[in-house]
């Protein structure tokens, strides 16, 4: 078997760019296996105005977090040195970032970045707070009750990808009603899960913004329901904050909603919560989607694309990114203005694509339904949302196909 030992000329560059170069920001070691991925991190951070290192394991979805002295931090850089196996390290310094790959024959694959300047901020870590949605107001009673903070008020490692996830999505949101005149909002969760997103949207626009605002949340499982309005109870604001327990297709809301959130909506439930955005006239929709299988059961393996479609992960992730296109493209038809963007780091999660979508234009143009029919045609796929909305979309797409028929190239 090959050997998978880190060079040890590579090793001690490391060693000496963590511990001896004044501008060392962040060394990352990602192991991925048939157990899992298992991503490990050190850091330098100020806490108490005392120099420390800040180590962060994460496995299997859990995160810890721990702090070290000087003493500590060689101890845990040589255990993450000696790690053995497919590995990738990745060093950030204010000079330059070393890419190293470790493959499953044991060959190190190196790479560095070209010299840079980067600023590094002497206080970096516990001691300075970063400016966030959630550090605006007075979050820790918010924050405590979802379970995000422990006792103290302290962000809980196991949940600090989750609080990432929320201010992100509020940052967006805020961006989204900027222009907004009247500061009322109507907003649905769909799929609202913990209700994680649903109260701190209603608390940082209502403390932060002032807007007079109602929430509605709405999941199929009922436990999850119930823990979500004795919460709302907790926080005195189940006047303001409901929940709804049913499928987002048959569940009815007891407003006009402006605005649709979808954080993680598994499948084709994101296709089903644009879908009632879209029949609820609401201006906005803002989703984050989740796993998408639907379309990735209906790509044909032949044709000039078989080289991609015969590997699973490439067929997945095309499949992901197809998904999302057709819904652009189908938003883009029926109206709005449409944006794609990573909202969060992929260190919070990996699925960080949004769809952020202002309906602001007459639905229907020419432009986006040509667009839209040339690539499901090139695909011979019929998009879920598609049938979804097959009434509202069959207008638009009969519509432009009769001209086409009249008016042949």
Known sequence: ???????????????????????????????????????????????????????????????????????????????????????????????????????????????????????????????????????????????????????????????????????????????????????????????????????????????????????CGIDKQADVIATARAMADALDVSDRVIFVEGTLADSDV??????????????????????RGIEWKCRYLLCAPCCQHELHKSLKVGGPMRAVLRHGILRERLADLLTDTFRAQILRVLGFRVQVMEFVSADATTRNILLRAEFSVKPGQQAAVSEYLELRDFWEVTPWLETRLADLMGKYLDHYQRGEARNPS
Do not use: W
């Open 1 to 215: 078997m090959a050997r998978t030992d880190l060079p040890e000329n590579i090793a001690e560059e490391i060693r000496n760019r963590v511990f001896n170069e004044s501008g060392f920001m962040k060394l990352t070691q990602v192991v991925r296996g048939r157990g899992g991925t298992f991503r490990v991190s050190l850091r330098p951070v100020v806490i108490k105005d005392e120099n420390k290192y800040q180590g962060e394991m994460t496995e299997d979805g859990r995160t810890q977090v721990k702090n070290f002295d000087l003493d500590g931090a060689r101890a845990g850089l040589e255990e993450m040195l000696g790690q053995t196996g497919p590995r990738e390290l990745h060093l950030i310094t204010a000079s330059g970032d070393l890419h190293v790959r470790i493959t499953k024959k044991g060959k190190a694959l190196i790479s560095r970045s070209g010299r840079m300047a980067r600023k590094v901020d002497a206080r970096q870590g516990h001691d300075r707070v970063k400016r966030q949605p959630l550090t605006a107001f007075d979050a820790v009673p918010l924050l405590k009750t979802l379970g995000i903070a422990d006792a103290d008020g302290n962000i809980r490692a196991s949940m600090r990808g989750k609080y990432d996830q929320v201010n992100e999505f509020l940052r967006i949101i805020d961006a989204t009603i900027a222009a907004k005149p009247e500061k009322t909002l109507n907003i649905v969760d769909c799929g609202c899960g913990r209700a994680y997103l649903t109260l701190a949207v209603y608390f940082y626009l209502t403390v932060v913004r002032g807007f007079d605002v109602k929430v």
């Open 254 to 275: 007891p407003f006009d909603p402006d605005m649709v959130l979808s954080l993680h909506a598994y499948d084709t439930a994101t296709d089903e919560a644009l879908a």
